[in-house]
């Protein structure tokens, strides 16, 4: 069963930085698509942030290029977590964050953790 717990979300000035973690459980890198961050501004729809494949290719949105880095940390053949290195934030980045997995034909997301960005 694949679960998704983030953490890591919280209050910060412009400028500043956070780290976002998801803690995963039941997914192994061969049957891994992609991890991902995805976004929810109020009144906006979930747009995606970042994403890494099984074998740790990245794609970023144009708008947090050059600020943010995904990550994952695999032990053995199973992934136990995907991070999301946020810096330089700006308070357009204010949001819940989301953390996905696609398997297969399968989508599968975490509770979400929110991130407030201070001007």
């Known amino acids: 069963q694949v679960q998704l717990v983030e953490s890591g979300g919280g209050l910060v000035q412009a400028g500043g930085s956070l780290k976002l973690s998801c803690s995963t459980s039941g997914i192994t890198v061969f049957r891994l698509s992609t991890l991902g961050w995805y976004r929810q501004a109020p009144g906006k729809q979930r747009e995606l942030v970042a994403s890494?494949?099984?074998?740790?290719?990245?794609?970023?949105?144009d708008s947090v290029k050059g600020r943010f880095t995904i990550s994952k940390n695999n032990a053995k053949n199973a992934v136990n977590a995907v991070y999301l290195q946020m810096n330089s934030l700006k308070p357009e980045d204010t949001a819940v964050y989301y953390c996905?997995?696609?398997?297969?034909?399968?989508?599968?997301w975490g509770q979400g953790t929110q991130v407030t960005v201070s001007s």
């Open positions: 890494i494949t099984g074998v740790d290719s990245t794609n970023y949105a």
């Open positions: 996905n997995a696609k398997i297969n034909t399968m989508n599968y």
